[in-house]
């Protein structure tokens, strides 16, 4: 547990003290010096208390006054400049605990009431020995406690006593009372020793203070015995697991000393003579917190603040809490199922807000899926399935493929036309090449992922493109115009084919892939190659007429699953040779996607998605790039094929994510196990949601399941919880 840890060391009487601060921001010591009156201003407190307690005078008020009086006197010193290296520690690390030990043969130090220094952070003494080792704790089992009830002359305990034999009765703990003629030296010890172990330690009586002897416990069978003489025990039983002794009795510092000594890990005590309604409030009031799960360090300060409101005068000031120098949170050990039930209900601030924000995040990408930083993920998310394709060997569904000619400077020539005589328009000469060299008989439908809206600069080579559309009179022909989603200058019905194309039968199709990147509105040279669509594709679209089904679509929000091996679906006609060959129900006809005259044509290219950039390769492409023609080849493979990805809803899958998240921190505590487990889920999610994206399973449906959020909102709503 990170803490600051503050030892005040006085070699004699006098006021000087030396001080040692060890914490986060390393190692200082530094000299104080004691007011004169401060050590009078306790003791007149603590007389003005025990009159009041014995002889009902002076009043509460004015006990209340003297302990006013000593804490404003303790916060002045605190505020001297002597205190600075303290103070600048402290302000560093707001809230983190401070443990204080003092080291002062007339133990007057000590018995001031640091606990109520103005420091905005938990407060306790600290001990000189470490934690015995926890062999035995069961964390399954009920809660064990050992009861001791020592001389009850002149106390009523019967409040405490009832409250231990309800939980009895209600199979909450676990409890062994030793009480009367009972309560005996060696009972104590045969106890103590058993191996079974003990969590909690009561003692309700009377004792005194011994520094000679580590305190002494008065008995309930009339004798008593000294602390230093149970260590032995007290060893074994810290080593069994005994984690927390509460010693509801006056005086009791001494004996917190000892207990800590013998390896407990935290011991609850009063440093002076305490009525005995505060120690009743005390010790039903703990119970209480321990039993909701509320951590022993943060129970304490719930029990000083109810004392300081129902108990008598300043008893709040008497309680001390003494830890071993590595002691960890202390909760009651409650049975599992009680433990993560406690637990759920108890779910922190902090993990709310982490699981607000996931949902928020999923519900932004929901309801924009084709934000930058969504797409960057899902991008590098395609990729991955290709990985674990290939590991798996699951290369998907497949079809006949789709013959393509791409027109580049090197087609041009082997057509016998000049690259460069049109400009940035398509020649309307070698689209009639292209025509003549796959006749209606081999091809009889042909796809140009042009737009001809015009009649180019060469008016004969029109006159030859329009005369061979007339002679052949193919079965399908088709263009493309730029639709109102199109990235493209005159999107729109002013895109549409001449009337006297139209007329020979030429038809037209939307060309816009329905990302909403790719709008009108914003045109980069290098559009963002169509991930999840933004509208659906349907039979208006170029995609669609070009996979033959007239009746296909893809619906809005599909993720088209570039992780496949296209490169079988897409056979390229590498020149003219190959074309006069080809025999195929349709030719898929489009430029390189930078045009012939690389100085003055438009690019019609998208960036590459990481999946893909393997496979265009051997289509001879810039491995950063991807041609519109090669787009709408895929497009047109998947309406075919009815192939891609549904994706799940982000903001769901991270509200799942989040209460798994406080689920496996209310069962599992331990930092460790955590990472473990959620390293464990990690990969097991990962697996299951791949395989799941490579799997039809409703309907033949392809399921996308998000990663990157769901499994950062895991993590995130299991480590916010301390």
Not at 11 to 20: K, R
Not at 57 to 78: K, N, S
Not at 481 to 509: D, I, K, R, V, W
Not at 710 to 716: D, F, G, N, S, Y
Request: aromatic content about 6%.
């Amino acid at each position: 547990m990170e803490s600051f840890d503050l030892q005040l060391h006085r070699a004699d009487t006098g006021p000087v003290v030396t001080a040692f601060l060890q914490g986060p921001t390393g190692n200082r010591s530094f000299a104080l010096s004691i007011p004169d009156q401060l050590f009078r201003s306790r003791d007149l407190w603590i007389d003005k208390l025990i009159l009041h307690l014995e002889q009902g005078r002076p009043t509460a008020d004015a006990v209340r006054h003297y302990a006013e009086r000593l804490c404003v006197l303790l916060g002045e010193w605190l505020e001297d400049g002597s205190w600075l290296p303290l103070q600048q520690a402290l302000q560093s690390h707001p809230g983190l605990p401070l443990r204080i030990s003092c080291f002062d043969g007339t133990g007057q130090l000590a018995l001031l009431p640091w606990e109520q220094l103005p420091l905005a952070r938990p407060i306790w003494r600290l001990g000189q020995a470490s934690c015995a080792l926890k062999s035995n704790r069961s964390s399954g089992r009920l809660t064990r406690v050992l009861l001791l009830v020592g001389n009850e002359r002149g106390l009523d305990l019967s409040p405490e006593l009832e409250r231990f034999s309800t939980l009895k009765r209600q199979g909450r703990i676990d409890l062994t009372v030793l009480r009367g003629a009972e309560c005996h030296p060696s009972a104590i010890r045969s106890a103590l020793a058993q191996a079974k172990g003990w969590d909690l330690l009561a003692f309700l009586g009377h004792s005194d203070a011994d520094p000679s002897t580590g305190g002494r416990l008065l008995l309930g069978d009339g004798g008593s015995i000294a602390g230093a003489s149970l260590t032995p025990e007290l060893k074994t039983a810290a080593s069994n697991g005994l984690g927390l002794a509460v010693l509801a009795s006056c005086s009791g510092l001494d004996l917190a000393q000892t207990f800590c000594g013998a390896g407990i890990p935290w011991t609850l005590c009063f440093r002076e003579k305490v009525p005995t309604q505060a120690a009743a409030i005390t010790v039903l009031s703990l119970l209480e917190k321990l039993e909701a799960g509320v951590p022993f360090s943060q129970a304490i300060g719930a029990v000083r603040e109810l004392l300081g409101r129902e108990g008598p005068a300043t008893s709040e000031l008497l309680l001390s809490a003494v830890s071993c120098t590595d002691a960890t949170g202390f909760t009651l050990p409650l049975r599992k199922r009680q433990q993560i039930k406690l637990r759920l209900a108890s779910s922190q601030k902090p993990q709310l807000v982490a699981a607000a924000i996931a949902v928020v995040l999923g519900a932004t990408n929901d309801l924009v899926p084709w934000n930058p930083v969504n797409l960057g993920l899902l991008d590098r998310r395609l990729n991955v399935q290709r990985v674990w394709r290939q590991l798996t060997h699951q290369e998907g569904p497949s079809t006949a493929a789709l013959p393509l000619l791409m027109l580049d400077a090197k087609a041009y020539q082997d057509f016998g036309v000049d690259p460069n005589q049109e400009g940035d328009q398509v020649s309307r000469q070698v689209l009639a090449r292209v025509l003549q060299a796959a006749p209606p008989e081999r091809v009889p439908s042909v796809a140009l992922d042009f737009v001809l809206d015009s009649k180019g600069s060469d008016p004969a080579a029109y006159q030859e493109f329009l005369t061979t559309i007339q002679k052949q009179r193919r079965p399908s022909l088709f263009a493309g115009y730029f639709g109102p989603t199109t990235c493209a200058p005159n999107s729109g019905s002013s895109s549409h084919p001449l009337t006297e194309l139209t007329a020979e039968g030429l038809q037209s199709f939307d060309l816009s892939v329905e990302t909403s990147s790719n709008s009108n509105s914003n045109c980069p040279e290098e559009k963002l190659v169509p991930l999840q669509l933004h509208h659906g594709l349907w039979g208006k679209h170029f995609a669609v007429a070009v996979s033959g089904n007239a009746d296909g679509q893809i619906p809005s929000e599909a993720v088209i699953d570039w992780s496949i091996n296209w490169q079988s679906m897409i056979t390229p006609m590498r020149d003219r040779q190959s074309l006069e060959k080809l025999k195929a129900p349709i030719l898929l006809v489009g430029s390189n996607g930078y045009g012939v005259n690389t100085t003055n044509s438009r690019k019609d290219v998208f960036v590459a998605p990481w999946a893909a950039k393997r496979a265009l390769s051997s289509l001879e492409q810039a491995d950063s790039t991807i041609p519109g023609v090669l787009v709408q080849a895929v497009l047109a493979q998947s309406v075919a094929m009815h192939h891609w990805l549904t994706p799940l809803l982000q903001s769901a899958t991270a509200a799942l994510a989040a209460g798994l998240g406080v689920v496996l921190a209310a069962v599992e505590t331990r930092r460790s196990r955590q990472l473990l487990w959620l390293g464990v889920i990690a990969i097991a999610t990962t697996v299951v949601a791949l395989q799941i994206a490579v799997t039809p399973l409703v309907g033949g449906t392809l399921f996308l399941i998000p990663l990157v959020l769901p499994l950062a909102t895991l993590t995130a709503v299991v480590l916010s919880r301390r």
